[in-house]
């Protein structure tokens, strides 16, 4: 039966592990770092409240406008 022995690495081969293991770290670490300051740096959608919660401070939107927009040259807006 045959049976594999394991050598010791060598300097270089420790090197070369050590490097790899240092440059993955710090590709990991700092993907984290700007996901992680992605997400702090976003508004909340609504306020303190829970969603769909009527007392989370947010104001009705009926009676609201909606952005101008241009109108073609001989279109008048409805109702005026």
Do not use: C, K, Q
């Amino acid at each position: 039966m045959t049976r594999y022995r394991r050598r010791p690495l060598e300097r270089e081969e420790e090197a070369a592990a050590l490097a790899t293991s240092v440059v993955l770290g710090a590709g990991v670490a700092a993907v984290a770092f700007y996901v992680v300051r992605l997400l702090l740096s976003r508004d909340p959608l609504s306020g303190s409240g829970a969603a769909g919660d009527p007392s989370d401070g947010s104001e009705s939107i009926e009676g609201t406008e909606g952005p101008e927009r241009a109108l073609p040259a001989g279109e008048r807006v409805p109702g005026s």
